[in-house]
């Protein structure tokens, strides 16, 4: 089962910041929290992901709470091609696979 | 640099038919795996390779699925016979190792429609 709970769906105007929670209360202390996101008729795509730190790459900001058990995504100025289903796992940076929950549907609306 | 191939695109077969996906990784990737996606849901983890040999294969429905990685490359999925419940689209996934950053490059997959 996955660590993880995330809002089914969420809505954003084209231009602003979506910002993505996840809640993860019971991760280890060596699980790293991941993002993927997959658009409609591909295969998921690595976003980002951190173990505590705050964490930006060109998509996106990961940002995680200090006590770890929630953390949020940001894409700060959305387009509508970020519509997708966004995942979040929790998952120790080796060895076990990715269990994907049922994620988040973010619509980018114009 | 060249992805994930997976053929077919689409497959629709009748219940007790059988059907096979083939999957070639990206080029130096060790580990390969593959995911069954039912519609609404996320990717649900089959099988996992470790070059030619099975790291978990304990959610594989091993009486009518079966899978291989000849040569630690190409790894082709089996189903057989199909059942309906098995409609759904096949990922694949790899990575270069399992102690990799972690990120999986994934297919567009292979979706089966089982009548």
């Known amino acids: 089962d996955a660590k993880t709970t995330q809002p089914p769906s969420m809505d954003c105007a084209e231009g602003r910041a979506a910002n993505l929670p996840c809640n993860h209360s019971?991760?280890?202390?060596?699980?790293?929290v991941y993002w993927y996101r997959q658009i409609h008729s591909q295969g998921p795509q690595y976003i980002i992901h951190?173990?505590?730190n705050n964490e930006t790459n060109e998509m996106a900001s990961l940002i995680i709470t200090e006590d770890r058990k929630s953390s949020t995504l940001i894409l700060p100025h959305a387009t509508l091609r970020d519509t997708a289903v966004y995942y979040c796992?929790?998952?120790?940076?080796?060895?076990?696979?990715?269990?994907f929950g049922p994620g988040t549907r973010l619509s980018v609306l114009p | 640099e060249a992805g994930v191939a997976q053929s077919p695109r689409y497959k629709i077969i009748e219940k007790r038919q059988s059907v096979a996906f083939w999957c070639n990784p990206i080029?130096?990737?060790?580990?390969l795996y593959w995911y069954q996606q039912v519609l609404g849901q996320g990717p649900k983890l089959l099988i996992q390779?470790?070059?030619?040999?099975?790291?978990?294969d304990s959610q594989l429905p091993k009486d009518r699925f079966s899978a291989e990685r000849l040569k630690g490359v190409d790894s082709t999925l089996k189903i057989q016979p199909a059942k309906l419940e098995d409609s759904a689209v096949y990922l694949c996934?790899?990575?270069?190792?399992?102690?990799?950053?972690?990120?999986?490059?994934f297919g567009e997959g292979s979706r089966l429609t089982v009548l």
């Open positions: 019971t991760i280890s202390g060596n699980e790293y």
């Open positions: 996934a790899s990575s270069l190792t399992t102690r990799s950053s972690g990120e999986l490059f």
């Open positions: 951190g173990l505590k």
């Open positions: 390779f470790q070059n030619n040999g099975v790291v978990d």
């Open positions: 796992i929790v998952r120790p940076n080796y060895g076990q696979n990715f269990v």
């Open positions: 080029s130096g990737h060790a580990t």
